[in-house]
């Protein structure tokens, strides 16, 4: 895959590219009505995005949820220390994680994971459903 190259991906290519990249790519499972496209940037960012309606590759408006998988070293304890800043605000996620985000900008949510070395942003231009998604336990790696 070319970094910075969008690419659509079917759920099988998903779990494919993701093999290769154990705990890299989150998502938040197949959705239907969704078209799924991969970014990995140079610096190994992974944005993935579920496309909608009549969206093509590479569409530049911030109309459509999307996953980000940074790598982070010791994601966990600094996302615990910058969720108690003064306009954060932090919720426990599935399996121990925490979600946290910023009232100034609630339509991105920052997730991790106890012993994660992964930061992972639920974006969706609705605050309501980022915070949503990134809550309701749907959030996994891809297997």
């Not at 779990?15 to 940037?41: C, F, I, K, N, V």
């Not at 012993?115 to 949503?132: K, N």
Request: proline share 8%.
């Amino acid at each position: 895959m070319t970094p910075g190259a969008p690419k659509l991906m079917t759920v099988d290519e998903l779990r494919s590219y993701a093999s290769q990249r154990p705990g890299l790519e989150y998502w938040l499972g197949d959705m239907p009505g969704a078209r799924l496209e991969l970014t990995q940037t140079s610096r190994g960012l992974v944005f993935l995005r579920y496309l909608r309606g009549d969206a093509e590759v590479g569409d530049q408006r911030p109309l459509f949820t999307t996953v980000g998988s940074y790598p982070q070293r010791n994601a966990f304890a600094l996302a615990r220390r910058a969720g108690r800043r003064p306009g954060r605000v932090t919720r426990p996620v599935a399996d121990g994680g925490i979600a946290s985000w910023s009232r100034a900008r609630p339509t991105s949510v920052y997730v991790t994971f106890p012993a994660s070395d992964f930061l992972v942003e639920v974006y969706d231009p609705d605050a309501r459903r980022a915070r949503s998604l990134a809550v309701s336990g749907r959030l996994k790696p891809v297997l």
